[in-house]
């Protein structure tokens, strides 16, 4: 919830072209962990409570015009004909669309957390910075030294610039400021955004910190995408919530190709879909009851376990995720576990006691994924998570014996839906 006072306006610049990128194409529309610059800027802004964007272009701005209008991006768009002549010309031209006191202005070429630019847009008068106390952007590999800063005992910014000698953090890229303060400061041409700032202290306007406490980078070469992609799926790969199957077995097979797909165009709900679709036809060759094509679809189960946190890493990754994605990854697993269990019923030879043994164990599958979502804001967590399931039946359909498979995922899973039942009966007043 952003609070009432918060910063309603963000100033995305996008003008230039990032020369150290090796690339004509301007620099934002570069691909950074499956997404463009652009469209994860105006995602984090958005999430993080920012209800206006105006997105200030120059170099191939017809590109990123074209860009935005292709995937309906909810921002403004002025042009800065003068975009070459410094980062502060842009500023400027996008302060002239500002009607409020106080606006949020974004490098474009930076990658950051909605928390922080909550924290920084709530901050409730005046300048402000984001500032890393760690001294280091999360990936600093163009070479260039980052800005530094200097602050006071009281988190008041003192000083600001790469050339500090004493200093006390690195600048991070964002910024409140008083639309008013930095009109009245001193303009030269060819003047950067840096320079500006300084005038801001130098005219002794008060500026605040904030400490960023998530992932940030400054995005400047080739290289440095490829470090942050690498550092971006180990903070949003795996998820806190992880089982030891999950981080022993299918993050290592789920992350490399996370990795890979990052740099295609492939939605999270596209690698919801196939893993959805592998575990199908692993259910079918189950069914069949021959031999090796059980084996082979007691492999095709554990794929598709794996397959699964794909979608998951992808969205979180990309900052694509939603409630749309994870709703149809809940809805598919369902499906999947319930094709799972048919499949071991048929190939149990289709008898009553296997009928009743996996009507238990869908039921145990049901059940454990309802209390999951019920208990979604308590601390009740279940232990017979789906990959644990699933890597029981995997292990049945191998072995050949996929009626005790059914039998082991009835009575675990009932069992350990009661208890969630139980203890989410305590937790809920």
Known sequence: MVKENAVRVALL??????????????????????????????????????ERIIVVLGYRSDEVVAAIEDRDLPV??????????????SVLTGLSRVDDRRCLVVMGDHVFEADDVRRLIETPAGNVAAVDRS??????????????????????????????EEYDAVDAGLAVVDVQDVLLVTYRERES??????????????????????????VDTPESVRALERSMWRRYGPKPTDGVIARVFNRRISGPLTRLLLRTRLSPDVATAL??????????????????????GG???????????????????????????????????????LAVVLALVLASGGTRIAWGWGFAAAVGCLL????????????????FRREFRLLIFAIAAIAGVPLWGL??????????????????????P
Request: aromatic fraction near 4%.
């Open 368 to 383: 454990i994924s309802y209390v999951h979502a019920v208990g979604r804001d308590t601390d009740v967590r279940l232990l």
């Open 193 to 218: 955004w840096l320079e500006v700032r300084q005038q801001l202290l130098a005219h002794g306007c008060e500026m605040q910190s904030r400490e960023v406490q998530g992932l940030w980078a400054d």
């Open 135 to 164: 001294g280091q952007p999360a990936i600093a590999q163009n070479g260039t030294r980052p800005n530094r800063v200097r602050l006071r005992d009281d988190g008041s910014v003192a000083g600001l610039g790469p050339d500090l």
């Open 407 to 428: 039998i082991v995922v009835a009575i675990a899973a009932n069992v350990d839906a009661v208890r969630g039942v139980v203890l989410l009966v305590r937790a809920v």
């Open 76 to 89: 403004e768009v002025v042009v800065n004909p003068d975009w070459e002549s410094g980062t502060a010309s």
């Open 275 to 296: 893993a959805f679709a592998v575990t199908l036809i692993a259910a079918g060759l189950v069914a069949t009851g021959e031999t090796w094509l059980t084996v082979a």
């Open 299 to 337: 492999l095709g189960v554990l794929l598709g376990s794996a397959l699964d946190g794909v979608d998951g890493e992808l969205a979180r990754v990309s900052a694509r995720a939603s409630r749309h994605g994870a709703t149809l990854d809940t809805l598919l697993d369902r499906y999947a576990d």
């Open 13 to 50: 610049l996008a003008a230039g072209r990032g020369q150290r990128m090796r690339s004509a194409r301007p620099k934002v529309l570069r691909r950074v962990g499956g997404t463009t610059l652009l469209e994860r800027s105006v995602s984090v802004l958005r999430r993080a409570g920012v």
